[in-house]
């Protein structure tokens, strides 16, 4: 059981996006791609520098987490040969880290997967922490 628990935290680490779902005011699903690390038990994903039209609190993925904390996850690995498929259905419950440890902990992870997050001032930005409740693994294999 360990070994697949580990399999699936190299598996979704692997990945270098994500697609994360929330929910807006008028309960419409919202689907954003998104860069994240996943320590075994909880998802982080910084709200960045990459250019965006809104402050990181007005984004519609912060806004719809203040709203409902619910969201849903994809990630997946797909080539031509079927039978390499796989993908992970994560559900969770968000929120938004300003500062604090666990911050901090969250920008160092973050860091160390993506090269570009060095030069990025994330420890100033907003963290976006999800907590899975479910984690649903298909593979073609």
Known sequence: ??????????????????????????????????????????????????????????????????????????????EENWGELRFVLIRGRARILHSGREHARAVSLLRRKYSQYQKMRIDLRPVLRIKPWKIFEWSAK
């Open 1 to 78: 059981m360990r070994s697949q628990a580990g399999s699936l935290k190299s598996f979704i680490n692997a990945q270098r996006v994500g697609h994360l779902a929330t929910v807006d005011a008028e309960d419409r699903p919202a689907v954003v791609p998104f860069c994240f690390v996943f320590d075994g038990n909880i998802l982080y994903s910084s709200l960045d520098e990459k250019p965006k039209r809104v402050s990181p609190e007005r984004l519609h993925r912060a806004q719809n987490v203040r709203r409902n904390p619910e969201v849903a996850i994809v990630v997946d690995h797909y």
